[in-house]
């Protein structure tokens, strides 16, 4: 069984900075892939990056080159640094884990979810 918890979340200015942190609870964190995922009110639940357990990424473009996921496995600890924020990246954001070394940017394909942070960027 796989446990996530978000933290990190908050209300920012547009331009600003957060950084979320997931907390994994696992056996073992080795050979667990990780995503990030957001859902704005009335929208999708929809992709926003992702990490292997060597740190292989990968990034939806609308967040590319502004967001960075990175892990420290010695802490079972991922994380999503997000800079140059908009008001359209407010959404709850769910850090997402499956078994695996693969990428992968659907929902449908992760086994577990935190709980959700909230992340609200002001005009």
């Known amino acids: 069984q796989v446990q996530l918890v978000e933290s990190g979340g908050g209300l920012v200015q547009a331009g600003g900075s957060l950084r979320l942190s997931c907390a994994v609870s696992?056996?073992?964190?080795?050979?667990?892939?990780m995503g990030w995922f957001r859902q704005a009110p009335g929208k999708e639940r929809e992709f926003v990056a992702a990490?292997?357990?060597?740190?292989?990424?990968t990034y939806a473009d609308t967040v590319k080159g502004r967001f960075t996921a990175s892990r420290d496995n010695a802490m079972n600890t991922v994380y999503l640094q997000m800079s140059s924020l908009k008001p359209e990246d407010t959404a709850v954001y769910y850090c997402?884990?499956?078994?695996?070394?693969?990428?992968?940017?659907?929902?449908?394909?992760?086994?577990?979810w935190g709980q959700g942070t909230q992340v609200t960027v002001s005009s």
């Open positions: 990490i292997t357990w060597s740190g292989r990424t």
């Open positions: 997402a884990a499956r078994w695996g070394t693969v990428l992968r940017i659907t929902a449908d394909t992760y086994d577990y």
């Open positions: 696992a056996r073992s964190f080795s050979g667990i892939a």
